[in-house]
T-cell receptor, first 116, second 112 residues
Framework: AQSVTQLGSHVSVSEGALVLLRCNYS??????LFWYVQYPNQGLQLLLK??????LVKGINGFEAEFKKSETSFHLTKPSAHMSDAAEYFC??????????????FGKGITLSVRP | NAGVTQTPKFQVLKTGQSMTLQCAQD?????MYWYRQDPGMGLRLIYY???????DKGEVPNGYNVSRLNKREFSLRLESAAPSQTSVYFC???????????FGQGTRLTVV
């Protein structure tokens, strides 16, 4: 069974500071990994995803994440936070490999606040 | 091109009442999902359908039933609503395992 752990429910950074949101996963097969963002009273939209190939993936709005198999991690970073980045962020995992089911499992989410 | 459409957007039910949440997609995707979102709990998978004609339980299926009516539509039914089912419900679709999911705007359900 797959699972996602997002440590901490709330992260607060100053505008212009580094953003680091942590995600660790558990999967019995090589996973596909995703980061989504949710703005207040809206649905979720994709920031970036890792499927195969390059382990450092770039997404929208200056975000990137690195897949580290040895650490079972997929942490999300952004070099310089902007006020508009304030939102809730979700990490998600889907099993890969042949015969995998299509279940898509989300973490509990992290609320990012950006201080002026 | 509407994407993923959920109806209704808001609903208030009395305990014991039944209702069906509707989800329709025009993206020709194979897989469809129902999640509930509660504060501090993230998105929890209720049921999913890998393809037309199949459905599987997720993490929190108790109290719910689903129907994959055709490729476009995936409905979620509450047979006897309970206050614990007060939540925001999201429908999502995607084409394959390594593709992104697209979400509807959600249904805010309150059970009193």
């Amino acid at each position: 069974a797959q699972s996602v752990t997002q440590l901490g429910s709330h992260v607060s950074v100053s505008e212009g500071a580094l953003v680091l949101l942590r995600c660790n996963y558990s999967s019995s097969v090589p996973p596909y990994l995703f980061w989504y963002v949710q703005y207040p009273n809206q649905g979720l939209q994709l920031l970036l995803k890792y499927t195969t190939g390059a382990t450092l993936v770039k997404g929208i709005n200056g975000f990137e994440a690195e897949f580290k198999k040895s650490e079972t991690s997929f942490h999300l970073t952004k070099p310089s936070a902007h006020m508009s980045d304030a939102a809730e962020y979700f990490c998600a995992v889907s099993p890969g490999g042949s015969g995998a089911n299509s279940k898509l499992t989300f973490g509990k989410g992290i609320t990012l606040s950006v201080r002026p | 091109n509407a994407g993923v459409t959920q109806t209704p957007k808001f609903q208030v039910l009395k305990t014991g009442q039944s209702m069906t949440l509707q989800c329709a997609q025009d993206m020709n995707h194979n897989s469809m999902y129902w999640y509930r979102q509660d504060p501090g709990m993230g998105l929890r998978l209720i049921y999913y359908s890998a393809s037309e004609g199949t459905t599987d339980k997720g993490e929190v299926p108790n109290g719910y039933n689903v129907s994959r009516l055709n490729k476009r539509e995936f409905s979620l039914r509450l047979e006897s609503a309970a206050p614990s089912q007060t939540s925001v419900y999201f429908c999502a679709t995607r084409q394959g395992l390594n593709t992104e999911a697209f979400f509807g705007q959600g249904t805010r359900l309150t059970v009193v």
